[in-house]
């Protein structure tokens, strides 16, 4: 518990320095201004496409739970995404994904460990797709300039972007290359601390395992790529159509750069619901990177931000009350939870 509200706390002081940095200097008035000129009908259309984008996550959900479950249902998957941004919108240290997985479990005969392996491998192929998002752009012939990667806050960012994925495809594949002395070293590591607790660890990390077999199935992976390419077209898409709505014309090229950047700055801890990493990260592509006025590129990003927020969190918040679930103890769950527990039922 101290470790989660340890958590947040880092998050919230993330969020207040994000915003302050972005909006200092900045004219609030002629940003809400800004806002409430955008484009209704674009604006719409922008925050359907990015609504409709949670549906595609669940489809996409099957490919990656095949090796653990290949039928599952796709109201359970849809529901449990939903959940997942729901949670993270509304409650502190990013616990999102970890109440998808548990969520799912209670609907589908699969281990939350399990489920949350299927995760580790979708953050896998999102963090491939987006870093071709942010490298494609830059050979294109519309690109501004590279040179403001090269330094300043934005470039030190997406250098460590790279970085994360680099370490998080490492150790997947040794994962997937060598499980068995993987989990050697997860039991010694375990009964280290009791031989109860390295048998234990051998357990969730061998159903963990499971899901990542996909790793080894050139089909099924090839599959999930096409699956994950095609996922963030369509959210970048909703990008475009939000970049339009605020009289931001820089092309669909500029919004697959803008969708990267964003999806890996809201990687960094934060406040429920991205507040700050998603308007710097936006602030960076739009503003520095494409040298659009600030007022225009922050009244997009804190428009279409909350435009995008509100439906998913309506949607998680319904599917909690119609499953019977409860997010009271999310917070406290670890991924070794099984799927016969329960969220704590309200009656």
């Known amino acids: 518990m101290k470790r989660q509200w340890g958590m947040a706390l880092v998050g919230a002081l993330v969020t207040v320095l994000l915003l302050w940095w972005v909006l200092r200097g900045e004219s609030l008035t002629d940003i809400i201004a800004n806002i409430a000129q955008a484009n209704f009908w674009l604006l719409s259309a922008s925050i359907g496409v990015a609504t409709f984008g949670y549906f595609i996550r669940a489809l996409r959900w099957k490919i990656l739970l095949t090796p653990v479950k290949a039928d599952t249902g796709l109201r359970s998957r849809f529901a449990s995404v939903s959940i997942a941004f729901m949670a993270n919108n509304l409650l502190p240290a990013r616990v999102g994904d970890l109440a998808r997985a548990y969520a799912f479990s209670r609907l589908e005969p699969v281990s939350t460990s399990a489920a949350f392996g299927s ?6 192929m999102d963090g491939v797709v987006l870093l071709l998002f942010l490298i494609i752009p830059v050979y294109t012939s519309g690109f501004p300039s590279i040179e403001v990667l090269s330094e300043g806050w934005g470039a030190n960012l997406l250098r460590l972007a790279i970085l994360i994925v680099i370490v998080v495809t490492s150790v997947l594949c040794l994962i997937v290359v060598a499980p068995r002395l ?6 010694r ?19 963990f395992i499971s899901s990542l077999k996909i790793m080894r199935d050139v089909r099924l992976l090839l599959l999930g790529f096409t699956w994950t390419l095609g996922f963030w077209t369509w959210h970048a898409l909703s990008f475009w159509l939000g970049m339009l709505a605020f009289g931001i014309d820089t092309g669909f090229i500029s919004a697959i750069f803008t969708a990267g950047v964003v999806a890996f700055a809201v990687a960094l801890p934060a406040a429920p619901g991205f507040f700050g990493t998603f308007h710097a990260g936006s ?14 590129s922050l009244a997009f990003a804190f428009g279409y931000h909350f435009g995008g927020w509100v439906p998913i969190t309506i949607i998680g918040l319904y599917y909690t009350w119609a499953l019977g679930l409860s997010l009271g103890q999310a917070r406290s769950l670890n991924p070794d939870t099984n799927g016969n527990e329960d969220f704590t039922e309200e009656h």
């Open 119 to 124: 995760l580790v491998v979708e953050r896998f």
């Open 182 to 187: 993987v989990l050697k070293i997860a039991e």
């Open 189 to 207: 590591c375990g009964q280290l601390v009791s031989p109860r607790v390295g048998a234990a660890s051998v357990k969730i990390l061998e159903s």
């Open 283 to 296: 602030d960076f592509a739009i503003g520095t990177v494409y040298g659009v006025e600030s007022a225009d």
